[in-house]
C-alpha cells in the first residue's frame, strides 16, 4: 500500500505576484510601444527619376523647381535623381519607381534631327511597355510622351501663337473619375473648373492610341490625358506659380518678341485670377498619381 501525503499549496508571496504584475505592464507598454513604431514607421524611401529636359541658364535648379513641388503630405521620403536628358543621361530600368519628364525650350518636332531627343523616346517607350513605374510628362514632357507613342505633336493653333498666362480647364468626366484626381480632391477644396498656368509655342495634336482625354482648354485641346494606369501627361505646369513665370518667361518673351505687349498685358492680369488652391490642386494630382493611386 503506498501512501500519498497531500502538501499544503503555499500561497504566492506578495512579491511574486507584483512582480507578476509589473512584466505584465511592462509588456503591455512594449506592445503599444511597438505598435506605435508600426503605425508611425517611415515607409521605405521611393525613387523619383526627374528627366531634366532643358539646358536653359536660368533653369539650373530645375530639379529643386520639382522637388519643392511635389512633396508628399503623409510622410513618404522621396528619393530624388536627375538625369539631363540633353546629355543623354537616362534612367535605367530597375532605377527608379518613377519618371517625371520636365518642360523645355527645345521643340519636340526637331525629333527626327536631335539625337538625344531619339533615345529619350526610346526610353519613354521602354518603360511603358514595361509596365511597373509611372511616368508624369509636363509640357515638353507630355508632348514627348505622346510623341513616343505614336501621337501627333505640332506648333499651337493658328492663330494663338506662343500660350502664356493662367487659363481654367475643361475637365471631361474621365478627370473627375480619374484616382490620382479623385485623392487629390479629397484632400484639397478648388473651385470647378480649376485653373491652370501655361507656357508653351507647342503642344499634342492628336492623342496616341489608347489615350484617354481628361481636360482640354480654350488654348490646347489636349491639356490632360492618361494611358493605363501608369501614364498621365498634363500641358499645364503645376510646378510653377505666377512668380516664377513672370521673372524667367515673360521677359525674356517679350524679349523675343514672341508675344506682343497686348498679350503679355492680358497674361499678366489672367495671373490675377490664378489662386492657390488651384496650385495646390493641381501639385496634389501629380504626387497622389506618383504615389500610386488606384
Not at 521602354?126 to 507630355?142: A, K, P, Q, S
Not at 473648373?193 to 509655342?201: A, D, F, K, Q, T
Not at 498634363?234 to 518667361?249: A, C, G, L
Request: glycine share 6%; hydrophobic share 50%.
Amino acid at each position: 500500500v503506498i501512501f500519498r501525503m497531500a502538501l499544503p499549496t503555499a500561497a504566492p508571496s506578495s512579491a511574486l505576484v507584483a512582480a507578476v504584475a509589473v512584466s505584465a505592464a511592462a509588456a503591455a507598454i512594449a506592445a503599444r510601444a511597438v505598435a506605435r513604431r508600426r503605425a508611425t514607421a517611415t515607409p521605405a524611401p521611393l525613387r523619383w527619376a526627374f528627366v531634366g529636359c532643358t539646358d536653359a541658364e536660368h533653369w539650373q535648379d530645375h530639379l529643386e523647381v520639382f522637388r519643392s513641388a511635389f512633396v508628399p503630405d503623409d510622410g513618404q521620403v522621396i528619393q530624388w535623381r536627375e538625369y539631363r536628358a540633353w546629355l543623354g543621361e537616362l534612367p535605367s530600368l530597375g532605377e527608379f519607381d518613377a519618371m517625371l519628364i520636365s518642360g523645355s525650350h527645345y521643340m519636340v518636332t526637331d525629333e527626327p534631327s536631335t539625337p538625344w531627343m531619339q533615345q529619350l523616346s526610346t526610353c519613354i517607350r521602354t518603360v511603358v511597355c514595361e509596365g511597373r513605374v509611372r511616368i508624369v510628362g509636363i509640357c515638353f514632357g507630355c508632348q514627348a510622351v505622346a510623341h513616343a507613342l505614336g501621337g501627333r505633336v505640332g506648333p499651337n493653333p493658328s492663330p494663338l501663337g506662343f500660350v502664356f498666362g493662367a487659363e481654367p480647364l475643361c475637365i471631361t468626366p474621365a478627370w473627375s473619375s480619374h484616382p490620382a484626381v479623385r485623392a487629390a480632391s479629397m484632400r484639397v477644396q478648388c473651385a470647378i473648373p480649376p485653373r491652370v498656368l501655361e507656357s508653351h509655342g507647342q503642344c499634342v495634336l492628336q492623342l496616341p492610341a489608347g489615350a484617354e482625354l481628361l481636360a482640354s482648354s480654350a488654348t490646347c485641346a489636349h491639356e490632360a490625358f492618361a494611358i493605363g494606369a501608369n501614364v498621365l501627361c498634363v500641358q499645364f505646369h503645376p510646378e510653377f506659380w505666377p512668380e516664377i513665370m513672370r521673372e524667367r518667361i515673360e521677359g525674356r518673351l517679350r524679349a523675343k518678341g514672341t508675344m506682343e505687349s497686348t498679350q503679355l498685358a492680358a497674361a499678366a492680369a489672367s495671373f490675377d485670377t490664378f489662386t492657390p488652391s488651384d496650385s495646390i490642386l493641381a501639385r496634389a494630382i501629380i504626387v497622389a498619381f506618383l504615389l500610386g493611386a488606384v
